[in-house]
C-alpha cells in the first residue's frame, strides 16, 4: 500500500479526457516502476457548480488540502459565470489557500512538431517561465470595485515575503538547470520603469540574485520580453515575473512551441503542489477524442518527480524521467502526431505512443 495519495480533480470539458490518459499512463509507470500512488477522484468545476451552486464538494476541498500532491485537469466554461461575469476556476482559490506561489511553465520544442517560428534555432526552445501565483493583479479577483458605473478599479500587490520565496525558487530551478547543461539565468521580467510596485519587485530581485553568485542574473522590461519569445525566445532560459504579465506571456510560449496542448505546468508552495495541463477546458472539442493529452502527460511526469524529490523516492522520479523520455521518443518516431498541430491521432492514440514507449 502507498503512504502518499494525489488528490485527483478531472475538472470540466477536456480535462475529463486527458485525466483519463494520466490514470492509464499513471498505472503503467506504477506496474513498470513497483510503486504506487493512493488516488482519490472527486467532481468540481464549472459544470457541477452549475448543478449544484458548488465549485466543488467540500469533501473534495479537504481531499486536496490534505494530499501530497494534486492533479488538475481543467476546469471552466465559457458560458457558466458567476453574477459577477469572472468564471468558476476554484484552482485560483487553490492557489491562495495552498500558498502555491511558484507556477512553473516549461516552454520546450518537441521533436517532429510543426515549426512556428522559421529560425532553424526554434529547435533549441527551452526555457521555464516562473508565474507568481497568488498575488500581483490577480490579488484584485473578487475584490475589484466599479464606481457608479462610470469607473472600475483593480489594485495589483507586491510583497516582499511571497517575492523572495518565488525569487529563491527561480535561482534554485536554474541552479538546478545548469547541472544539467542549461545557460543558469534567471531574467526578472517587469515594468519597473513605470510602476513603483515593479521597481520594488526588481529590488527584491537583485537583493536575492546575490545569495546565488553562480547564476547570472538579467532584467526585462515585459513588452520587450514579448517581443523577444518571438524574435529569439533561445535566449532565455528561466524567466520570472508578476502573475498577470506571466498569464499572458506563458501562452505566448505555448505558442511557439506549437500549441497549449503541449504545455505542462506546475503550481508549488512550501506544502502543497497542484499539476495541471496549462490549456483550458476547450468544450468545443470535449467528447470527440481530439484532445491532445501531452500536457498533461508533461504536468504528471512533473508531479511525479517533484513527490520524488519531496519524499526521497528514487523511483518516483525514475518513472517521471522514464515518462517524459517516453513522450520524446513518441513525438521524435511519428508515433503521437496530436491532430491540435495538424496530425491525425486523437486521445488514445498518444496515449497508447507514449505507454508503449515507457521503459
Not at 32 to 61: C, D, I, K, N, S
Request: glycine share 10%.
Amino acid at each position: 500500500m502507498s503512504d502518499l495519495n494525489i488528490c485527483v480533480l478531472p475538472g470540466d470539458g477536456i480535462g475529463v479526457e486527458v485525466m483519463g490518459a494520466a490514470r492509464a499512463v499513471l498505472s503503467t509507470l506504477e506496474k513498470r516502476f513497483g510503486f504506487r500512488l493512493a488516488a482519490e477522484e472527486h467532481p468540481g468545476g464549472a459544470a457541477y457548480w452549475r448543478e449544484t451552486g458548488r465549485e466543488m464538494p467540500q469533501g473534495a476541498w479537504e481531499a486536496a488540502r490534505s494530499a501530497d500532491a494534486i492533479l488538475f485537469g481543467s476546469m471552466g466554461l465559457p458560458d457558466v459565470r458567476y453574477p459577477d461575469g469572472t468564471e468558476i476556476a476554484p484552482h485560483l482559490k487553490m492557489r491562495v489557500d495552498f500558498d502555491l506561489f511558484a507556477g512553473v511553465r516549461p516552454i520546450r520544442r518537441l521533436p517532429n512538431t510543426p515549426a512556428v517560428l522559421a529560425s532553424p534555432r526554434a529547435a533549441d526552445i527551452d526555457l521555464v517561465i516562473i508565474r507568481e501565483l497568488t498575488e500581483g493583479l490577480f490579488a484584485s479577483r473578487g475584490k475589484g470595485v466599479v464606481i457608479d458605473d462610470r469607473e472600475a478599479r483593480d489594485t495589483l500587490v507586491i510583497t516582499r515575503a511571497t517575492s523572495e520565496k518565488l525569487f529563491d525558487f527561480a535561482f534554485d530551478l536554474a541552479r538546478r538547470r545548469k547541472a544539467k547543461g542549461s545557460a543558469g539565468l534567471v531574467t526578472c521580467v517587469d515594468k519597473a520603469n513605470v510602476f513603483v510596485s515593479m521597481a520594488f519587485f526588481r529590488k527584491i530581485f537583485d537583493e536575492r540574485a546575490r545569495n546565488f553568485p553562480d547564476v547570472e542574473a538579467r532584467h526585462h522590461y515585459v513588452d520587450a520580453a514579448a517581443l523577444d519569445l518571438v524574435r529569439k525566445p533561445w535566449v532565455f532560459d528561466v524567466m520570472v515575473m508578476e502573475n498577470m504579465y506571466a498569464d499572458i506571456l506563458s501562452d505566448v510560449g505555448g505558442g511557439i512551441v506549437g500549441g497549449m496542448g503541449l504545455a505542462p505546468s506546475a503550481e508549488i508552495g512550501l506544502e502543497h503542489a497542484l499539476f495541471q495541463p496549462a490549456h483550458g477546458s476547450a468544450p468545443d472539442i470535449a467528447g470527440q477524442g481530439l484532445a491532445n493529452p501531452t500536457a498533461m502527460l508533461l504536468s504528471t511526469a512533473m508531479m511525479l518527480e517533484w513527490l520524488g524529490h519531496r519524499h526521497g523516492r528514487e523511483r518516483l522520479v525514475e518513472a517521471a524521467d522514464a515518462l517524459d523520455a517516453a513522450v520524446e521518443r513518441a513525438f521524435a518516431e511519428g508515433a503521437a502526431f496530436p491532430a491540435e498541430i495538424g496530425g491525425p491521432h486523437g486521445t488514445a492514440e498518444v496515449t497508447r505512443a507514449v505507454m508503449d514507449r515507457i521503459a
